[in-house]
């Protein structure tokens, strides 16, 4: 039984694709998988499944959430026979990058909110697009970040996790001109701080990104 909301996963994917060309953007490739496993362990962290402390991550309900990927999630951490911190689990979990995107790609496309094309490259290679077929979910997200960003409301768990993403993956720079984001830092800062999952996946991240500007540097 599939989730009636889109998780944080699926959320931050939707986000994270080009509007015109329907494809993944390239400034967020490396970041993907630890992008969507960060979403499925908020998720689970959401709905009571799993918890942290300062030490490490750990399942306190295995209960099925009827939704695929998080159950697979919560099995693998439940199965772990020792504790782990969270950025153990975003970067182990994340490795599996493609699984991860083809997966939650899918399944966006069988709920009708992406729609799957073959096209054409160069004339001769083919590869899959996935363009929004109504965009409203993506405007949604859209609304609830900058609403976030731009209130001193307390904000809600979700919109506090998804802001984690959002900032971590970049995609908060795509949505904020130079001004507004310097306006609106100390709000980011003070909101991803809330949340231990969402600096797990900060540090991963980080670590990539380190590691793939070494490995193009010239020798």
Known sequence: MA???????????????????????EV???VTGVAIAGGLLMELALLGRIDTDLNALFVVDT???????LDATLREIAAEPERH???????R??????ELLSAVLARLVERGILREEQRRFLWVFERRAYPQVSGREEREAKGRLMALLFSDAVP??????????????GVLDGMLSTEERRKVQNR?????????????????????QAALAQA???L
């Open 3 to 25: 989730m009636k909301h889109l998780t944080l996963a699926d959320e931050i994917v939707v986000l994270m694709l080009d509007d015109r060309s329907g494809e993944l953007r």
């Open 28 to 30: 967020f490739g490396g």
């Open 63 to 69: 209960t099925p959430t009827g939704d695929d990927l």
């Open 85 to 91: 911190p969270s950025s153990w689990w975003v970067a």
């Open 93 to 98: 979990i994340g490795a599996r990058r493609d």
């Open 156 to 169: 809600e768990p979700r919109d506090t996790l998804l802001l984690g993403l959002a900032e971590v993956t």
């Open 188 to 208: 980011i800062e003070d909101v991803v701080a809330l949340e231990e999952i969402g600096r797990s996946v900060g540090r991963v991240a980080e670590e990539l």
């Open 216 to 218: 193009i540097l010239p």
